[in-house]
T-cell receptor, first 111, second 114 residues
Framework: GDSVTQMEGPVTLSEEAFLTINCTYTATGYPSLFWYVQYPGEGLQLLLK?????DKGSNKGFEATYRKETTSFHLEKGSVQVSDSAVYFCALLPGAQKLVFGQGTRLTINP | ETGVTQSPTHLIKTRGQQVTLRCSSQ?????VSWYQQALGQGPQFIFQ???????GRGNFPPRFSGLQFPNYSSELNVNALELDDSALYLC?????????????FGPGTRLTVL
């Protein structure tokens, strides 16, 4: 079945460090791919998305490229800030209905 | 700010009781999905409604049911509550029922079952 595997957390970095959170997926067909972010006590916010192979989604300095050959959608940011501390979820939309989420990666940025 | 609201914010129930959670979608969004997020896990799809009809369901028993109304609001009902139903319940709305619409999530309702 469709599934998403994320890099296990928690991840702790210093401010201005480079961030990578790995995400790989298993799906039939051509799913859309997403990164959502969840701040403490809040719901999910869409961070970025890509709908076809080789698309790059970007937002707020974060980027991820849809790699069909490696079935990956790794999240990157060149210089993280304390305000980026949150839980990050990789997700895929294999059809017209349900999003399939990874287990989430908790990110903590220290000043 | 996604324009999706949920009520109540927190809720405490006892095992065996029934609960109704509410969601108000973005205006014009005719599709709403509900997800259950257990502590430390990713959200799991419960079901989806499109134009007031259920058109997709995840691996949840029939005691989880829903309604969608013409005014873009919706409900999630859970009967015979179990301890494992304790979770954050999220609704998400979007325009259309295909793959192209981005899902916008509400802040969630945290349900505790004692």
């Amino acid at each position: 079945g469709d599934s998403v595997t994320q890099m296990e957390g928690p991840v702790t970095l210093s401010e201005e460090a480079f961030l990578t959170i790995n995400c790989t997926y298993t799906a039939t067909g051509y799913p859309s791919l997403f990164w959502y972010v969840q701040y403490p006590g809040e719901g999910l916010q869409l961070l970025l998305k890509a709908t076809k192979a080789d698309d790059k989604g970007s937002n707020k300095g974060f980027e991820a490229t849809y790699r069909k050959e490696t079935t990956s959608f790794h999240l990157e940011k060149g210089s993280v800030q304390v305000s980026d501390s949150a839980v990050y979820f990789c997700a895929l939309l294999p059809g017209a209905q349900k999003l399939v989420f990874g287990q989430g990666t908790r990110l903590t940025i220290n000043p | 700010e996604t324009g999706v609201t949920q009520s109540p914010t927190h809720l405490i129930k006892t095992r065996g009781q029934q609960v109704t959670l509410r969601c108000s979608s973005q205006s014009g969004h005719n599709t709403v999905s509900w997800y259950q997020q257990a502590l430390g896990q990713g959200p799991q799809f419960i079901f989806q409604y499109y134009r007031e009809e259920e058109n997709g369901r995840g691996n949840f028993p029939p005691r989880f049911s829903g309604l969608q109304f013409p005014n873009y609001s919706s409900e999630l009902n859970v009967n015979a509550l179990e301890l494992d139903d304790s979770a954050l319940y999220l609704c998400a709305s979007r325009l259309g029922s295909g793959r192209e619409g981005t899902q916008y999530f509400g802040p969630g309702t945290r349900l505790t079952v004692l």
